[in-house]
């Protein structure tokens, strides 16, 4: 899978960079997500993704990930078809936006490391990218399930 990386905080060290690459990758191999595929992370800061949140999800505060699913329908809008050159593109699940410094209170709050909060909000976004939410009791069993399942066998455990 080919991950584009954005740092705009220029905060992250190469390894965290790195980690999460490898830990996405692993994700990828865990869901058997074809190689051709293409997505990108956006690391931010608090104000970055206060403005995001506030004009896509209309709440004006900070929060740790946003995910944007390339494939997912919104309201009145029709499915992009290419009828003979679907494989001439390669599949693109979309973008993933992490707050660095929500990752950072987060850890905290939490108990456990920056480089295991990073992992989590990257492996929750890229659940959300590949269809998974938890807005309904079951939906959440199984995204956190797999959530957990994936941070487990990759060794990133709190």
Sequence with gaps: MDISFIDETTSLSKENLEEVENLLQFAADFLKISEDTEMSV?????????????????????????????????????????????????????????????????????????????????????????????MEPEDEKEMFGLQKEILDAYGLKR
């Excluded at 987060?106 to 590949?130: D, K, T």
């Design 42 to 134: 956006s690391f931010m800061d608090n104000a970055g993704i206060q403005v995001i949140n506030r004009e896509y999800r209309g709440k004006d505060v900070p929060t740790d990930v946003i995910s944007f699913a390339l494939e997912e329908e919104g309201e009145d809008e029709l499915p992009i078809i290419f009828e003979d050159s679907a494989e001439a593109f390669p599949r693109n699940l979309g973008d993933i936006m992490i707050s660095t410094e929500r990752a950072t209170e987060q850890a905290e709050e939490y108990g456990h490391s920056f480089e295991r909060e990073l992992g989590f909000l990257a492996v929750h976004g890229f659940l959300h990218l590949n269809g998974y939410d938890h």
